[in-house]
């Protein structure tokens, strides 16, 4: 359809700088220039150099892009770019390349929220995301809950990390183990090779007191390095595959479980599964599994759109643009704690005053 509008995407909240362009739902290119390699001999992202990355691979990813879509730019409906959260001298690059070309261009900008933006990148393989869709995001900084009765303007947090992240959790526990940075694929990788129930590692909040749908991986990660120096302490041999396979199994139960119980709560026959631990093989064959059990209806992404990318961002900003919501101003902030509650940040109506948002429940 000619009609459906022809969005350029902008996400550099991480280490990632993606460029994606949609056409409506329909995915036209997909480009990502990663610093990870130049992260990984310290171990973690180090903000300075991701944002020095992505001031040089800004342009050429963006041209690589239109390229790869076959589009002009002078074509394009809207340009949208990760306001937050995230690194705020990372987000700051791709924010400001942003305002350049929609300036430039004449077209209207949208700041997006990252997180919404994981959720919706699931129309550009699924087709039109169900209302309402609980999500579950699980990545670098964020495990979340999210009910989205709209994904342009109406996302619930019905829960959240508590401390660690999944993520995170996966970083720590692979440098225990001696893995590498990033954690996430060394351990899956691994765990494949181990026995799943060969160490039964706890499962954080799952208590009938807990808070049902918040997460806590900070005990875990503690339970499996404990488990790891009593094991090295008495000279033993580290059995890395089953800690791997294990601490895995106790990561990917709470979530999916936590999930299914939200999707029952909630009355919801669907389920979302993104951000960059969903890429995690046996995340998703458990959530498969527990879903087909409950008769809910899974998507995911590929893993390739569940890590950090610029069609995410594409893909909430087309739709941004389809249901007619408010552009941001040319002033647009970076906003490296936005929060979920707000899937964009329009142009304040009121003589171009910024309604302040309400901060400090992040991270």
């Not at 869709?133 to 809950?145: C, E, I, Q, Y």
């Amino acid at each position: 359809m000619a009609d459906e509008p022809l969005v350029l995407g902008i996400e550099t909240s991480c280490d990632e700088t993606g460029v994606g362009i949609v056409r409506g739902t329909t995915l036209l290119a997909d480009a990502v220039a990663s610093s990870v390699d130049d992260h990984a001999r310290y171990g973690g992202v180090v903000p300075e150099i991701a944002s020095r990355a992505h001031l040089e691979a800004m342009v050429p990813t963006i041209e690589r892009a239109l390229a790869d879509a076959k589009v002009a730019a002078a074509d394009l409906d809207a340009i949208a770019v990760t306001a937050g959260p995230g690194l705020a001298g990372a987000l700051l690059v791709g924010v400001s390349a942003a305002k350049a070309y929609a300036y430039a261009l004449g077209k209207p900008l949208y700041g997006v929220n990252h997180l919404a933006s994981h959720i919706c990148v699931d129309q550009l393989e699924h087709g039109p995301l169900p209302q309402p869709t609980m999500a579950l995001l699980v990545s670098g900084g964020h495990s979340s809950l999210l009910l989205a009765p709209d994904i342009t303007r109406d996302v619930r947090p019905l829960g959240a990390t508590i401390d660690d992240a999944a993520g995170e959790a996966f970083d720590k526990v692979a440098r225990v183990l001696g893995l590498g940075f990033p954690g996430g694929p060394a351990i899956d990788r691994l765990a494949r090779e181990g026995d799943p129930a060969a160490i039964r590692f706890p499962r954080g909040l799952t208590g009938p007191r807990d808070a049902p749908f918040d997460f806590s991986f900070s005990g875990l990660k503690t339970a499996v390095a404990r488990w790891v120096e009593t094991r090295r302490a008495a000279g033993e041999t580290v059995p890395v595959a089953d800690v791997a396979a294990s601490f895995q199994e106790a990561v990917t139960d709470v979530l999916t479980r936590k999930a299914i119980k939200a999707c029952k709560a909630e009355g919801v026959d669907h389920l979302m599964v993104g951000g960059g631990v969903a890429a995690n093989s046996r995340l998703r064959a458990m959530a498969e599994e527990r879903c087909a059990d409950a008769g809910i209806i899974l998507r995911v992404p590929r893993p390739g759109l569940c890590t950090d990318n610029g069609a995410m961002v594409a893909a909430l900003g087309a739709e941004m643009v389809a249901r007619g919501r408010t552009p941001s101003a040319l002033d647009l902030p970076a906003d490296s704690s936005l929060p979920v509650t707000e899937p964009h940040i329009p142009a304040a109506q009121d003589h171009g005053h910024h309604h302040h948002h309400h901060h400090g429940h992040h991270h």
